[in-house]
């Protein structure tokens, strides 16, 4: 996951250092990219739990 935060970063020291503008479009794309990984941890979670028997859902079939 750390290859989908090095935009993030690249723009953050950009900022820090090059005094670039953060913009509300950078800001709504940076937004954008951690719920994507927030997701994609959450998904990858759920389906290690429901491989391992440990996870349980009424609307998940074949308990």
Do not use: R
Not at 2 to 31: D, N, R
Not at 34 to 60: C, E, W
């Amino acid at each position: 996951m750390i290859f989908f935060i090095k935009p993030l970063l690249a723009s953050l020291l950009a900022w820090l250092f090059l005094k670039e503008k953060i913009t509300i479009q950078l800001v709504i794309g940076t937004i954008v990219i951690l719920v994507g990984i927030i997701i994609v941890q959450q998904s990858d979670n759920v389906l290690k739990a429901i491989k391992k028997g440990t996870f349980y859902s009424p609307h998940i079939k074949n308990q």
